[in-house]
């Protein structure tokens, strides 16, 4: 039942390079987006919905929710947001309300260190959901708040033509920089565009009607090469270090020319095309997050820490786990070196707010 | 909000030593229930319970599920169950229901190879539960069916009387074994009975009126003493292991006197009383299971391996790992020495099935 995806976890555990450890950066826009998260759930929630006016459960999923903290914070917003709002309209004592949380992640996620840093004073039952959220994970009509901060970006897999190489005007060894070439890029949003219409589509079942989705979103601005972008600059210096290695015989070039890593950042404006398509959910609101936390990208140390969090997964299974130390430390150097480039390129990354609401058909 | 628990989860991961490789008699329960629980299904069930009716979305627990695959098997059977008797009753296809099942254990079971080994060609939605059966898992009347197999035999925690040492009628240094002594041995009964209550209570919470319970119980006959009994030779061969090791200076023998496992054997008596004193479930069956997989047991091998997939948790905690295997290979040669008492003993075990009904009230 669960849709096989190409996605890698982020690093679990709670050691030196856990994504639990090196994800202050997402921990920042879970705080960003509380506040608008709260205004959606008093104004644009309606307590009526299915399945919570009768059983007084809430249920809520935070999908791509990794190892934590972040995803707890999250939920601990939510809740107080929807005890808040219970209050104002009911007049009832919202401990009258229960509440169930699914964390969703693909299933080698590291779930047991989720669950083992659960807080111990929370006040909600607690689910882990294993499975891609581009398919379908919960029961028809039983979620009443998605939640999703920083995931959409990841696809659920390369797209098939550029594994194949099929086209040879881009298939000329540069790996995963050749997104760089209009056709490899066109190929990602493509990808982007069906995935994220396997998503709403599948959100469309699981969410009851007039339930509510609050995803943050790592875009990027429209009419942008892709090159001058946060990622692009990453990609750009994670492929020029993984030639150094080449060259230097740690890895071998096919390899490298053979790594991809199935991540595209859209635009605010694709994005709402994508959503308005789909039909299923209305746009309520669209924001531009500030993120406190942006001091964490000034230091090149915590970048290549929160960047290894992330890609060290698909490292590991693409150039085998021997090389992750060598290949992360010249990684850190190169980041170091152009961390003004990074600086200078940092207005051209958005963290974007998108609240969602399930339409009443 | 989850109840902290002294028990120690099976051995995870798939290798020489885990649960998943070293529970085909757990398994051989599971199979000889199936008979049972479809029979349940299709007389005692009343598809027009609450949650049920409208969403068509059926809700499964599997309470101490451990790492699979016994809890695959069993959540199979009981959804093929479910379909039969919805074609039976409503002429309806099966594929318009939908069933969610949580997998629940300890918090520190290893979900990880458990999401990792779901069946691909599962149709149902999964999700692990983290926390002990002993309190609340999930809101309000939200399962139709709980299954638990072998599980309730373990304590929410060793009796407190007995770890404080307060009686020092029997507090000589016998540890574990101890429980031989008539006043031990009623300080695990009345915790067993304040768990049975404990777990009672919780699920009359989480099971929608109507809903039923399948239970597979690790009981001993009414009457016979515990040293007579399967898991009475078990620990008493375990306790004395552990005194040669103490002996040889391998281990301390205060380590072998302070060591107790949280786990009791109640009788089938006792079972019955529990649940009509309690008063929230009708016991609708009970019955003796014939577990065609005890030719295991008659292997002093797989004996010895199934008893180091349940112990080795509560012997790494207390003795430390570095003794696991010298205690374990010591294990194996004394359950060999005393195989042919184990078999004696044998009809002095009872895997006892328990068909409860939450009573509409």
Same mark, same amino acid.
């Given at each position: 039942?669960?849709?096989?995806?190409?996605?890698?976890?982020?690093?679990?555990?709670?050691?030196?390079?856990?994504?639990?450890?090196?994800?202050?950066y997402q921990?920042g826009l879970?705080?960003a987006a509380?506040?608008l998260?709260?205004?959606?759930?008093?104004?644009?929630?309606?307590?009526?919905?299915?399945?919570?006016?009768?059983?007084?459960?809430?249920?809520?999923?935070?999908?791509?929710?990794?190892?934590?903290? !972040?995803?707890?914070?999250?939920?601990?917003?939510?809740?107080?947001?929807?005890?808040?709002?219970?209050?104002?309209?009911?007049?009832?004592?919202?401990?009258?309300?229960?509440?169930?949380?699914?964390?969703?992640?693909?299933?080698? !996620?590291?779930?047991?260190?989720?669950?083992?840093?659960?807080?111990? *004073?929370?006040?909600?039952? *607690?689910?882990?959901?294993?499975?891609?959220?581009?398919?379908?994970?919960?029961?028809?009509?039983?979620?009443?708040?998605?939640?999703?901060s920083y995931t959409l970006h990841?696809?659920?897999?390369?797209?098939?033509?550029?594994?194949?190489?099929?086209?040879?005007?881009?298939?000329? &060894?540069?790996?995963?920089?050749?997104?760089?070439?209009?056709?490899?890029?066109?190929?990602?949003s493509?990808?982007f565009?069906?995935?994220m219409?396997?998503?709403?589509?599948?959100?469309?079942?699981?969410?009851?009607?007039?339930?509510?989705? &609050?995803l943050v979103i790592f875009a990027i601005p429209d009419g942008i090469p892709f090159?001058d972008t946060p990622p692009g600059v990453v990609?750009?210096?994670?492929?020029?270090?993984?030639?150094?290695?080449?060259?230097?015989?740690?890895?071998?070039?096919?390899?490298?020319?053979?790594?991809?890593?199935?991540m595209h950042n859209p635009t605010p404006k694709q994005l709402e095309a994508f959503i308005?398509?789909?039909?299923?959910?209305?746009l309520?609101r669209m924001e531009k997050l500030s993120n406190l936390k942006t001091?964490?990208l000034?230091?090149?140390?915590?970048?290549?820490?929160?960047?290894?969090?992330?890609?060290? &997964?698909?490292?590991?299974?693409?150039? &085998?786990?021997?090389?992750?130390?060598?290949?992360?430390?010249?990684?850190?150097?190169?980041?170091?070196? !152009?961390?003004?480039?990074l600086g200078e390129k940092g207005s051209n990354m958005i963290d974007l707010f998108l609240l969602?609401?399930?339409?009443?058909?």
């Open positions: 039942m669960e849709n096989l995806s190409q996605s890698q976890p982020m690093v679990g555990g709670d050691g030196e390079h856990s994504y639990a450890k090196n994800s202050s921990g879970v705080d509380k506040e998260i709260n205004e959606a759930i008093i104004e644009k929630l309606d307590l009526k919905i299915s399945g919570f006016d009768t059983s007084k459960t809430f249920r809520i999923a935070d999908l791509g929710c990794s190892t934590g903290p !972040n995803t707890f914070f999250a939920v601990q917003n939510i809740i107080e947001a929807v005890e808040q709002k219970f209050l104002l309209t009911e007049q009832q004592n919202p401990l009258a309300l229960e509440f169930q949380v699914f964390f969703n992640d693909h299933c080698d !996620n590291d779930f047991n260190t989720l669950f083992k840093s659960l807080p111990q *004073s929370r006040r909600y039952f *607690s689910a882990g959901v294993p499975g891609s959220f581009h398919g379908r994970l919960f029961p028809n009509s039983s979620i009443h708040f998605v939640h999703s990841w696809l659920s897999k390369v797209p098939r033509e550029i594994v194949d190489g099929i086209s040879l005007a881009w298939n000329e &060894g540069s790996g995963q920089c050749n997104r760089f070439v209009k056709e490899v890029f066109e190929a990602y493509t990808q565009k069906n995935d219409e396997s998503f709403l589509n599948a959100r469309a079942q699981e969410v009851v009607h007039g339930g509510l989705m &609050g090159a990609f750009g210096i994670l492929h020029s270090c993984l030639v150094d290695l080449a060259k230097m015989g740690i890895i071998s070039e096919e390899k490298v020319n053979s790594f991809y890593v199935p308005q398509k789909n039909g299923n959910f209305s309520e001091n964490v000034h230091s090149s140390k915590c970048s290549a820490s929160m960047m290894r969090a992330i890609f060290e &997964g698909f490292i590991k299974e693409h150039f &085998g786990g021997e090389f992750l130390d060598q290949i992360f430390d010249h990684f850190t150097t190169k980041i170091e070196e !152009n961390h003004s480039i969602l609401k399930r339409i009443i058909s």
